[in-house]
């Protein structure tokens, strides 16, 4: 017997990241209901919705660190359903966490040079002598600087101020070179000053990347954002820019809605 398989997006090089009916169920609970996303190269998507619409299960059902119960993920054209969270950072698909996540007792050069090693492959090279690691330190200050971070490059990660942890963890998101960065409320908890800056950066680095955020922050998805998908119980509620999005009368009661539960 033949086993029909589901034919690959037309990506036409418009799109690089795709969904097709992707749902999660977790004990009968359905978390994601038949999602279907397509995310356009070089843009910035934001993936939007009132508390427990799904959208960290969604982001971490792209990036694999779910399974889908049933669906399809493709990246570049290539079918990735299957493929482990690791392989998928390896062809280019990068995610950040909500939680800030740094070595606080390393430099923010080193956090950095730690991703530079990983690059390499399998291991970190921890093992290596300083003289060999030491030739990542050049790229590794290129990417301090590349976040703003140069006047605290030596300084000890948990010393930073919260926003620049996160500056820092972009750093080391783009030391493994991504084609495509997810990332999980890049603003949860910052100062405005933080997110101003955070945003600029955002804007900076998507110039030659793909990038998808989820975000609650709804100045900053209006701000950044090229395209927005609203998910609502785990459904898409509503999608377009955010004039169209925002106008929506469905996402208008999702969100109020949600304000007065």
């Not at 995610?95 to 492959?121: C, E, H, K, W, Y």
């Not at 690691?133 to 490059?153: C, I, P, Q, T, Y």
């Not at 409320?185 to 910052?190: K, S, T, V």
Request: charged share 25%; net charge negative; proline share 3%.
């Amino acid at each position: 017997m033949i086993e029909a398989f589901e034919p690959a997006p037309d990506t036409r090089g418009e799109i690089i990241l795709s969904a097709r009916d992707l749902t999660k169920r977790f004990a009968g609970f359905v978390a994601v209901n038949g999602v279907n996303l397509n995310v356009e190269r070089g843009t910035i998507h934001a993936l939007i919705g009132p508390n427990g619409a799904g959208k960290t299960t969604c982001f971490n059902l792209l990036t694999k660190f779910l399974q889908p119960s049933s669906g399809t993920i493709h990246f570049n054209g290539r079918n990735i359903t299957n493929l482990p969270s690791a392989d998928i950072a390896r062809l280019g698909v990068v995610r950040s966490f909500q939680i800030s996540a740094v070595f606080p007792r390393m430099s923010v050069t080193d956090n950095v040079r730690i991703a530079l090693q990983r690059r390499r492959g399998d291991s970190f090279d921890f093992w290596r002598s300083q003289s060999v690691l030491s030739a990542f330190d050049d790229e590794a200050l290129r990417r301090v600087d590349e976040v703003g971070l140069s006047e605290f490059a030596h300084v000890m990660a948990g010393d930073l101020s919260y926003g620049r942890k996160r500056a820092l963890e972009i750093a080391t998101t783009l030391a493994l070179e991504p084609e495509m960065m997810l990332l999980d409320e890049p603003m949860a908890g910052m100062a405005q000053e933080d997110v101003t800056r955070i945003s600029a950066l955002i804007r900076k680095i998507s110039a030659n990347r793909t990038i998808l955020m989820v975000e609650h922050n709804l100045s900053v998805v209006a701000d950044l954002s090229d395209r927005i998908t609203v998910l609502a119980r785990g459904e898409v509620l509503a999608e377009g820019s955010y004039d169209e999005v925002s106008r929506h009368p469905g996402v208008v009661e999702a969100y109020i809605g949600a304000s007065h539960e």
